[in-house]
């Protein structure tokens, strides 16, 4: 499921081994008109559905943003639409919406999100530290030097889930700190997206891909996963050159992909 854009899906479709072995596309869902990559996804005979959260809103008489009722039907109408293509997993790419507890329950412990922040970072209570849409800023403003980004098992509070496996890290530049220094605020948004491009496009694809394999392998069990706090919950980390190390062992690695 994406909204405008699924920036980890090309990478999935194109470039993973593990496409057609431990993993298959069985169709997309987009909450939009439409989505950047559409066209193209649509080429290698994958079928997309549009379920426009907005029109649906609308004609309900509800709010988006407001209206949890509409929420909870357009997302128990989202399962009624996922029904015919029999999927194992339900994987958010790109989706800005919080999810509710009707396709919760149609996928239970079996929905995993790719968030852009690392979901190992945790306030003393628990919650993540850096939840939502605008993690890269949020932890850029707070003076991370680095950040990574995450794909963990979904629940009804945002980003709370348990990770299952963590990115690489992507330094912040020294420019950041001089920025806030001087009060540059429209440089620094544009840093911001310039830092979370980079995220996307380097890291969302293998960090999807490594999940998929951990998940099909049997090496993460998402019902067991799904009883632990995220806050306690040591996950996988890949690296740079695609290989995943294991949360009890340093020396335990699985290869994942090969970068072109």
């Known amino acids: 499921m994406c909204s405008h854009r699924a920036p ?6 194109n470039r993973s081994p593990d496409r057609g072995a431990s993993f298959e596309i069985a ?8 989505f950047d990559e559409e066209v193209r996804v649509e080429r290698r005979g ?15 008489g509800g709010s988006v943003y407001h209206d949890l009722e509409t929420r909870r039907a357009y997302d128990a109408e989202t399962a009624r ?5 029999f999927a194992d997993l339900l994987l958010l790419d790109g989706y800005l919406y ?11 412990d079996r929905t ?16 993540p530290r850096f939840p939502g849409i605008r993690a890269v800023r949020d932890a850029l403003a707070a003076g991370c030097a680095e950040t990574r980004a995450t794909v963990h098992l979904v629940n009804e509070c945002p980003d709370d889930g348990a990770p299952v496996v963590v990115s690489w890290p992507f330094a912040v530049s020294p420019l950041v700190s001089d920025l806030q220094a001087i009060g540059a605020s429209n440089i620094f948004g544009s840093y911001v997206h310039a830092h979370q491009q980079w995220m996307m496009q380097a890291a969302a694809g293998p960090l ?3 999940a998929l394999r951990l998940v099909s392998s049997g090496a993460v069990t998402l019902r067991d996963l799904a ?7 040591n996950p996988w980390k890949l690296d740079e050159q695609g290989s995943l190390l294991a949360p009890s062992c340093e020396l335990a690695t699985m290869p994942v992909v090969a970068h072109a």
Do not use: W
């Open 8 to 13: 980890g899906l090309m990478y999935l479709l």
């Open 27 to 34: 169709c997309v869902v987009t909450s939009e008109d439409t």
């Open 46 to 60: 994958i079928p997309t559905l549009v379920h426009s959260i907005r029109r649906f809103c609308e004609a309900q």
């Open 81 to 85: 639409l996922l029904e015919p293509y």
């Open 98 to 108: 919080l999810v509710t507890k009707p396709l919760l329950n149609a996928f239970r």
């Open 112 to 127: 995993l999100n790719l968030h852009f922040s690392d979901l190992t970072l945790r306030n003393a209570d628990g919650t």
């Open 208 to 210: 999807m891909a490594a």
């Open 227 to 233: 009883q632990a706090r995220g806050a306690v919950t």
